[in-house]
């Protein structure tokens, strides 16, 4: 058996953002998704994955589940045996944007979760496509899911993260940068500053898809990340 392979998903997403993936490896290795609750901080989530992991494991997170995947690193780098980051970023989140994130919460504090998501999040997440539609109630479903209050704890944890560009200098793991090539939120180029941060690392530009290609382009995806588990 290889080694247990931990998903981390983007804010407001859940297990289903990874359900392609999860049936094309799982024969082979445990797999685990590990929902991104119960703290309002990056080192909050990631001590709490932590507690929880296999001693040594894969590690892969897309989005907001990147930005663990880094912390995670910085805690435990001793654990992980390798990394994969996809549409994330390194960078700590910019100042100008603490009146939008504040003015959000409130918003789905008042009840206006749905309003968020379809009028500010969704129209950001992916490529034009004939499942858009389907792929965009999927990320609806999952957000009504993980409720208002989730909304709020990740949206502080996204506010306060750190810049994790010395972390990555530090990683030694296999590690396979992914990045949806129409990604909108975590353009091509944070991808490349990640590549050219972590020594070794591999970086796939996924042409056709925006910022969740777990979905939008899975076939793609999926032979990447064999890739980056075998290799």
Known sequence: MQEPLIFLP????????????IAAVS???AVMVVPLTGADTMAGLAAAILAIAPPRFALAGLS?????AMEIIRQ????????ALIDTNPLADPSDKAVMRQAQVDKVASGGLRTVMRDEMKP???AP??????LLNLCMDMAESLGPSVFADQSAAI?????????????????????GAEDALCPVERHQLMHDLIPGSQLAIIEGAGHLPT?????AMNEVLKQWLTH
Request: charged share 30%; proline share 10%.
């Open 10 to 21: 983007g804010m407001m997403c859940d297990a289903r953002l990874f359900e392609p993936q």
């Open 27 to 29: 024969s082979e290795r």
């Open 64 to 68: 907001m589940g990147g930005i663990v």
């Open 76 to 83: 435990a780098p001793e654990r992980v045996t390798r990394l």
């Open 124 to 126: 950001n997440y992916l």
């Open 129 to 134: 496509g004939p499942k858009r539609d389907e």
């Open 159 to 179: 506010q306060s993260r750190p810049d994790q560009r010395e972390t990555l200098r530090s990683v030694t793991v296999p590690t396979q940068i992914l990045c």
């Open 215 to 219: 979905l939008e382009q899975p076939d």
